[in-house]
C-alpha cells in the first residue's frame, strides 16, 4: 500500500510505537501468556499498568497531588451528565462555542438551572466569545478548550472567579496546562491520547461533596476516585493503548516538546492556508485550533471543492473532509500526525493550485 497521511478528526491517528507495543500485548501481555483482550483486571500485572498510567497522566500535565484522575468508559458525552451531577446545585454557565459545547449545556438543563454565559452560534461558531461577565455565585463555569467541529481553541488557562471545568477531548495533552486552574478535566481519550473506548477525569478531590442530591454510584466520581478507577471492570484494552500512547509522549519529550511540534505544524498549514489562494480560513484568526485545522475553497472557486478532496485522496491525504455543518475540509493535526504528514497536505495545496493557475 502507498503511504497515507491521516488527519481523521477521531478516532485519531495513534503513534506507530504505541501500535507496535499494542500488537506484542495482544499476542502476550507481559509475559503472562494471556492476551491483553483476556487479562484479568485483578491481576498484579494490569496493577502495573493502571499505576503507569495514572502517574504517566501525572508526571506529563505536572497535576498536583489535590487533583486525582481516572479513566471511565462512557464517553465523553456521558461525563456532560457526570458534571452536572456533580457540581450543579444552583446555577452553572456554559460558554457556547459549538455543537459538544451545547450538548454539555443541554445535559445540564435535564439536573438543574443551567444557561450560555456566552455564544458564538451568530458567525456559526468560528470564534470564542469574549468580555464576558462571569457571576460569582456560580457553582461553576464550563468551557470546551477545543472545538473539534469549527477548528477554535481557547489556549491559555483563564483565571476565573468560580470553579472552571473544561472538556478537553480533543486537545488534552497537546499543550503544558495549569491543571491547578480547574476543579475538573474530562474528555474522551481517542482525540489525542487513546483508542476509542475511555475518558480521562483530572479531579480535584476537596471539590466533590458540593451537591446536596443523591448521586448514583456509577456517576459518582467520588465512586471512582476511591477505587482507583476499578471500582468496576475497566475498558482495560484502551487502557493499556492510552498508556502506551502516553509513554510515547514521554519519550518525545513529554507535552512540552509535543506542544512544540503542534506549533511548528498548525503554523506550516496555517500559513499555506493563508498564501494559497484557493483556500480560506474558516475560524478567526486569534481563536485558530492547533488541532484541527479548517478551511473551505476561497470565494470563486467553491465549485472546486470535490475536485480538491479527489485530489488530495489520490495523493493519499485521508479525513480532510470537513464537518458537514462546516463544509469544506478540516485537517485534524493531533500530537501523532507529523510535520512531514503536513507537508505532505501543503504540497497537494501547492499542486492543486498551480494545476488551476
Ligand atoms: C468528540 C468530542 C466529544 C464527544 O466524545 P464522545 O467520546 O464521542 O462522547 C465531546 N467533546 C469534544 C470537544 C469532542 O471533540
Redesign the pocket.
Known amino acids: 500500500m502507498s503511504k497515507v497521511h491521516v488527519f481523521n478528526a477521531?478516532p485519531c491517528l495513534l503513534p506507530q510505537q504505541a501500535i507496535d507495543s499494542t500488537i506484542e500485548a495482544l499476542k502476550d501481555f507481559k509475559g503472562t501468556g494471556i492476551s491483553v483482550l483476556s487479562i484479568s483486571h485483578r491481576t498484579k500485572e494490569w496493577d502495573q499498568t493502571m499505576d503507569e498510567c495514572r502517574a504517566l497522566w501525572k508526571e506529563l500535565l505536572h497535576i498536583p497531588d489535590t487533583h486525582e484522575v481516572v479513566f471511565l468508559g462512557g464517553?465523553?458525552?456521558l461525563q456532560f451528565l457526570y458534571v452536572a451531577m456533580n457540581y450543579l446545585e444552583k446555577k452553572a454557565a456554559y460558554l457556547d462555542t459549538g455543537v459538544?459545547a451545547h450538548k454539555a449545556l443541554v445535559e445540564a438543563q435535564g439536573i438543574g438551572e443551567a444557561y450560555a454565559i456566552a455564544c458564538s452560534k451568530d458567525r456559526n461558531y468560528c470564534y470564542i466569545p469574549k468580555g464576558f461577565e462571569i457571576p460569582s455565585d456560580l457553582d461553576y463555569l464550563h468551557i470546551?478548550t477545543?472545538n473539534?467541529i469549527y477548528g477554535t481553541e481557547i489556549r491559555t488557562d483563564m483565571d476565573c472567579p468560580v470553579p472552571l471545568i473544561a472538556?478537553m477531548?480533543?486537545d488534552i495533552m497537546s499543550r503544558p496546562v495549569d491543571v491547578s486552574k480547574y476543579d475538573l478535566i474530562y474528555?474522551?481519550a481517542?482525540?489525542n491520547v487513546g483508542p476509542a473506548g475511555v475518558?480521562f477525569a483530572i479531579i480535584r478531590k476537596d471539590s466533590l461533596g458540593r451537591v446536596s442530591r443523591h448521586i448514583p454510584t456509577m456517576l459518582n466520581y467520588k465512586t471512582h476516585i476511591d477505587k482507583l478507577s476499578m471500582f468496576n471492570t475497566p475498558p482495560v484494552f484502551a487502557i493499556y493503548v492510552m498508556t502506551e500512547t502516553l509513554r510515547w509522549i514521554k519519550d518525545m519529550g513529554g507535552v512540552e516538546k509535543i506542544c512544540e511540534i503542534n506549533e511548528k505544524k498548525a503554523l506550516t498549514l496555517y500559513n499555506e492556508i493563508d498564501r494559497n489562494s484557493m483556500f480560506i480560513g474558516t475560524a478567526d484568526k486569534c481563536d485558530r485550533s492547533r488541532m484541527n485545522v479548517c478551511f473551505v475553497m476561497a470565494p470563486g472557486h467553491e465549485d472546486l471543492q470535490d475536485e480538491f478532496l479527489a485530489f488530495a485522496k489520490g495523493e493519499g491525504m485521508v479525513g480532510i473532509k470537513g464537518h458537514r455543518s462546516v463544509g469544506g475540509f478540516r485537517a485534524s493535526i493531533y500530537n501523532a500526525c507529523t510535520q512531514e504528514d503536513v507537508e505532505a497536505l501543503v504540497k497537494c495545496m501547492q499542486e492543486f493550485e498551480n494545476m488551476h493557475k
Do not use: E, L, V
Request: hydrophobic residues 20%; charged residues 10%; proline residues 0%.
Open positions: 477521531g464517553g465523553a458525552s459538544w470546551t477545543n473539534t472538556d477531548s480533543s474528555g474522551g481517542q482525540k475518558i
